[in-house]
């Protein structure tokens, strides 16, 4: 089964860019599964289940940061989508904090960014740019030939390595070229790592522990199936 | 170097075939896309800035020189030859204009002496297609609609220099639409307007007709057209001075519209 893992900032296009990739990925045969994770509200789970009746799941990080929420339940999850006998998972995270990235070795990892935030922003977003496979760039047709041409050049300067991927999210074009990224992804291992470096912190993956699962870890823990709601507290 | 874009074996959204089934645009073309809201204009266009190869609704195969394009296009969008201008198309940066300019040229043009020409050729261009001149100090966002638009095309011809520029219905916000097409075609691209303007489709070389999805015909601009495209433009300047009247609060009488036939 291969993974991808999509972040990007909050109304980029994430679940535009993904409903296309789905649609995509079903059309040519793949059984696909997706796994939602968000702070404290979402509902692509339903919107994907009804629309492609495939397997989906949501998790709310709450008072863990997505990407930490991320780290636990992912292996949880692999179990689950093998389960359901899919030949994909897709997880798409909020990947609110900018100084980690969600992305593990072994899964492809996927960055949506809108070219309408700001010729600046890829300066901004860190790992979560830096450590990616591939930069979706979205709302191309809503901004300067000039600003999409230095939004490109500095995504390049922080990301020598990222490929980029300029799409139209509401009319599905350029999505076919992430669909073959996906599907020429190698599939995942039993036990995966987190890919580059925490940041300094307190919990068992600010002080470095990479494995992915709950079981790997002391201290702030969570499986996917213990679901609280966030509130702040 | 390119020298033609092909549009091959298309069909409607009825699945009608295009009724040509090869199309080749040559370096130098101006070419119009007309056809009535909904008739597929800016899906034709999409397919080309796709480089559709059979995967879009149309079905169409988009050839660069005849042969399929070079992944790099895709792979490098640096590499890729095509600049796209929509009705939507605008500058979100709030740089003052000079600073914006040389942010953008510098990604563009290493040399140094290129690169200042680059932009002050960008900025009399933009002054050309617009009555009101843009200050190099002015804040990007406090340009007009018609100042934006104007840069955007200089811009996207000059300091991007894409070998193929796309402008989707770009006609709306003021600018001298006879006064960009002379001014355009003194850079050897290929421009290809979707657009619901007389003006523009008369003085292109020829034009796309679509309906229903499909390409119907396509027209070459006749000597009678190329000559009415002067009336025709001498008509439109007529209405808009008169919509520049009343905008402004002043009386209209028939003397404007004297030397109309």
């Known amino acids: 089964m291969k993974l991808a893992i999509c972040a990007g900032p909050a109304t980029t296009g994430k679940t535009a860019v993904l409903r296309h990739i789905i649609r995509k990925l079903k059309d040519s045969g793949q059984r696909v599964a ?76 996927m960055i949506v960014l809108e070219a309408t935030s700001g010729m600046n922003l890829p300066l901004k977003v860190g790992p979560m740019l830096s450590l990616a496979d591939i930069a979706v760039v979205t709302k191309i047709d809503r901004v300067s030939q ?27 074009i350029g999505i076919d070229p992430l669909v073959d990224h ?44 213990n679901q609280t709601f966030y509130r702040g507290e | ?68 394009p070079p992944t790099e296009y895709r792979d490098d969008p640096a590499r890729n030859p095509i600049a796209l201008i929509t009705q939507h198309t605008t500058f979100l940066s709030d740089l003052p204009v000079n600073e914006f300019l040389h942010t953008h040229a510098r990604i563009r043009i290493t040399n140094l002496v290129e690169r200042e020409t680059a932009i002050e050729r960008t900025l009399s261009f933009a002054n050309q297609l617009t009555g009101e001149p843009i200050a190099l100090e002015s804040r990007m966002t406090e340009l007009s609609g018609g100042q934006t638009r104007a840069l955007l095309i200089a811009d996207a011809t000059i300091i991007c220099n894409t070998p193929i520029v796309l402008l989707d219905e770009v006609e709306n916000a003021g600018i001298h639409r006879t006064r960009a097409l002379e001014l355009l075609r003194q850079y050897r691209k290929i421009f290809i307007f979707v657009t ?66």
């Open chain 2, 196 to 261: 619901h303007d007389p003006r523009i489709a008369l003085l292109s070389d020829y034009r796309i007709v679509m309906q229903r999805g499909r390409i119907t015909q396509v027209l070459h601009t006749d000597a009678e057209e190329r000559k009415m495209a002067t009336v025709v433009s001498h008509l439109d300047d007529v209405l808009s001075n008169l919509r520049d009247k009343i905008r402004f609060g002043e009386r209209v009488t028939s003397v404007e519209l004297e030397g109309l036939a």
């Open chain 1, 146 to 172: 000039a600003e999409r041409e230095v939004f490109r050049a500095r995504i390049q300067d922080v990301a020598p390595g990222v490929r980029i991927r300029e799409v139209n999210a509401l009319y599905g």
């Open chain 2, 1 to 68: 170097m390119i020298d033609t874009i092909t549009i091959l074996n298309g069909h409607g959204r009825s699945g009608e075939a295009d009724a040509v089934p090869r199309l080749d645009l040559k370096m130098g073309d101006v070419v119009s896309i007309v056809g009535p809201t909904g008739s597929g204009k800016t899906t034709f266009i999409n397919d080309i800035e796709l480089f559709a190869d059979a995967n879009t609704p149309t079905g169409r195969r988009i050839l660069i020189n005849g042969e399929r």
């Open chain 1, 34 to 109: 997706f796994l939602k994770i968000d702070v404290q509200y979402a509902e692509e789970d339903e919107q994907f289940a009804r629309e492609f009746g495939i397997p989906t799941r949501k998790v709310y990080s709450g008072e863990l940061c997505p990407d930490h929420c991320n780290v636990m339940v992912l292996g949880d999850a692999m179990q689950w989508a093998r389960k359901a006998g899919s030949d994909v998972l897709l997880v798409e995270t909020a990947g609110l904090c900018l100084r980690c990235s969600p992305y593990v070795d072994g899964g492809l990892g």
């Open chain 1, 182 to 225: 996906i599907r020429a992804t190698p599939d995942a291992e039993e036990s995966m790592l987190l890919r580059g470096n925490p940041p300094v912190g307190t919990c068992t993956i600010c002080v470095g522990k990479k494995e992915i699962g709950w079981q790997s870890h002391f201290g702030v823990v969570r499986a996917l199936d």
